[in-house]
């Protein structure tokens, strides 16, 4: 890796942390461009390439994965929607459900006793919310047959 790539991939860093420390926040791709010392086109293409989907795709990622804790914790889907910086319940729904694989309102209304009783450690990443891998998430609690 050339010095240049390494300082690209650290300012890239930079705005992944900023999603993840704020992304209760009304972030948008020019913003998080500036973070990184980019512009906002460059940064969109470095961000794919470094971490496999979009600065937005990312954050909704984060939020969701944020939103499913407080949905197992017993939080209303508009109080989940609302506290991970969602502003649009329709949206927060239809995106939750295409990346998680059901409904806000299913997943709250499941057990998830399997994951209660795990460490804190490998509950969050054993249910981080990844496109195409909900059939993982249910085997982990306990939703599939194996």
Do not use: W
């Not at 300082?7 to 993840?20: F, G, K, P, Y």
């Not at 971490?51 to 407080?70: D, F, K, V």
């Not at 990443?125 to 939703?143: A, D, H, K």
Request: proline fraction near 5%; aromatic fraction near 6%; hydrophobic fraction near 35%.
């Amino acid at each position: 890796m050339t010095p240049q790539e390494l300082d690209n991939l650290t300012c890239l860093r930079r705005a992944r942390d900023e999603i993840d420390r704020n992304y209760a926040e009304p972030l948008d791709v020019p913003t998080l461009a500036r973070t990184a010392l980019m512009s906002p086109a460059h940064f969109s293409r470095q961000f794919r390439a470094a971490y496999g989907e979009t600065p937005y795709s990312y954050l909704m990622t984060r939020r969701i994965e944020r939103a499913m804790a407080l949905l197992r914790a017993g939080a209303s889907v508009t109080d989940a929607c609302m506290a991970v910086g969602c502003t649009s319940l329709g949206s927060f729904s239809s995106r939750f459900t295409e990346i998680v694989g059901e409904s806000p309102r299913a997943y709250r209304n499941r057990g998830h006793g399997a994951v209660q009783a795990m460490p804190a450690c490998f509950a969050k990443t054993l249910t981080r919310p990844t496109r195409n891998t909900s059939s993982r998430i249910e085997e982990v609690q306990g939703g599939a047959a194996a």
